[in-house]
C-alpha cells in the first residue's frame, strides 16, 4: 500500500478522511492540515578495504531478508547524512570509516509492514579506519569482502543499492583499479 493511503485520519485534527483521490499530498477537509509525502532519507556505504574489495552484509529482518546489502540505514533527525553513515557502519559491522565521498542518490521504496516507505537513498564510498568486524545488532547475519561481480549485483536487496555499486564498479573499471 502507498504510504499516502495509509493516511485514513487527519495527524493534527483526527478528521476522517473523506476522499482518497489524488492520494498526494494529504488535504484534510476539517483543518486544512496538508501534508506531503516526500521520501524518508537513507544512507548507503561502499566501503572499501586495501584490496579494493567492498564490504557486503546480508540482511537479517525483512524487508529483503537474506539478501545483500551494504552498511547504512536511515538518518535521524538531527543528524547529518555523514554522521548517519558513521553511525550506521559502526552499529551495524563495528568499524570506524574516513575518506567518505558523496558518490550518488537514487530513490528506494521500503515495504514495511504492508506500507511502501519512499526513500532517498544517499551513497558514499569511504575506508575502513580501525575496528574488527562484529555483527552485534541483529541487523546482520553475516559479512564479507568481496569483489562487484554480476551475480554479486544480482543478490542485492534494493534496486538503488545495485545500481550504487554497478555505478561504483564502472568508474573503477574505467580508472584501471580492480573492483
Known sequence: MELAAAYCFCPACG????EFEPIRPFRCDGCGHTTFFGPVAAVGAIVTNNDGEVLLIRRAHDPARGKLGMPGGFIDPGETAEEALRREVLEEVGLQIRNMKYLMSAPNCYAYRGIDIP???????AQVEEGEIRTEDGE???WYWTRLNDEV??????PSNRGALAYYRGLINASGVSS
Not at 119 to 124: I, N, Q, S
Not at 153 to 158: H, N, R
Open 119 to 125: 526513500v532517498l537513498d544517499m551513497f558514499y564510498t
Open 15 to 18: 478528521t476522517k478522511r473523506s
Open 140 to 142: 546482520v547475519t553475516e
Open 153 to 158: 549485483l544480482a543478490e542485492m536487496a534494493f
